[in-house]
Nanobody, 119 residues
Framework: QLQLAESGGGLVQPGGSLRLSCAAS????????IGWFRQGPGKEREFVAS????????NYADSAKGRFTISRDNVKTTVYLQMNSLKPEDTAVYYC????????????WGQGTQVTVSA
């Protein structure tokens, strides 16, 4: 069974950067879409970015465009989310998730990693 594990969260000052990692194990990511989501305090979970494992095609939420970059390492079976120019409103628990390209539902989720942007 596919397992996802996020890491890389922490406390960062506004304007700073963090790189989150999502390591996959137990299953091939071929024909899957890997997404990053986040849930801030008192907010609903929202989509941040996604990447197609096969093609590398990416998709971003408007809030992430120009500041965040999603990428993959085929050898390490890991997806990254590079976050630059962080703002306090980026504070959230960040989750990675995976779904087959033939579906719209993310079936596999990691445990999440906390990102706090504060001075």
């Amino acid at each position: 069974q596919l397992q996802l594990a996020e890491s890389g969260g922490g406390l960062v000052q506004p304007g700073g950067s963090l790189r989150l990692s999502c390591a996959a194990s137990g299953f091939s990511l071929d024909d899957h879409i890997i997404g990053w989501f986040r849930q801030g305090p008192g907010k609903e979970r929202e989509f941040v970015a996604s990447i197609s494992w096969n093609s590398g095609r990416t998709n971003y939420a408007d809030s992430a465009k120009g500041r965040f970059t999603i990428s993959r390492d085929n050898v390490k079976t890991t997806v990254y989310l590079q976050m630059n120019s962080l703002k306090p409103e980026d504070t959230a628990v960040y989750y990675c998730a995976a779904r087959p390209i033939t579906t719209t539902s993310y079936d596999y989720w990691g445990q999440g990693t906390q990102v706090t942007v504060s001075a």
